[in-house]
């Protein structure tokens, strides 16, 4: 099992960047596929970013159109942490951010229900 703990949220204006940073304890960090979800008020979870494992040592990235080119995902399996640059900011990014993770791979990259582990959320709020 992993446990999550996002942090780095925060307001900032249009056009600006934030990094959320999600620490993982537990052992097989780098076992796990990881991914960014966030959901803004009145509307669903949603996928923004994702890490999938591919069985070795390196991981393939997927983004949500609506991020790509401006949100740059990344983690550290030595230090056990997975961020997400944003840098663009828009209004309509935001959200609670939650990090997620999954042992392996996940059915779906961009499903909610694919993955497991999820943490506490974090706060991004971008004003225009």
């Known amino acids: 099992q992993v446990q999550l703990v996002e942090s780095g949220g925060g307001l900032v204006q249009a056009g600006g960047s934030l990094r959320l940073s999600c620490a993982a304890s537990?052992?097989?960090?780098?076992?796990?596929?990881t991914a960014w979800f966030r959901q803004a008020p009145g509307k669903e979870r949603e996928f923004v970013a994702a890490?999938?494992?591919?069985?070795?040592?390196?991981?393939?990235?997927a983004y949500s159109d609506s991020v790509k080119g401006r949100f740059t995902i990344s983690r550290d399996n030595a230090k056990n942490t997975m961020s997400l640059r944003m840098n663009s900011l828009k209004p309509e990014d935001t959200a609670v951010y939650y990090c997620?993770?999954?042992?392996?791979?996940?059915?779906?990259?961009?499903?909610?229900?694919?993955?497991?582990?999820w943490g506490q959320g974090t706060q991004v709020t971008v004003s225009s």
């Open positions: 997620a993770a999954e042992w392996a791979r996940p059915t779906s990259t961009n499903g909610r229900a694919s993955y497991s582990y």
């Open positions: 537990g052992q097989s960090f780098s076992l796990y596929s």
């Open positions: 890490l999938i494992w591919d069985g070795g040592v390196t991981y393939n990235t």
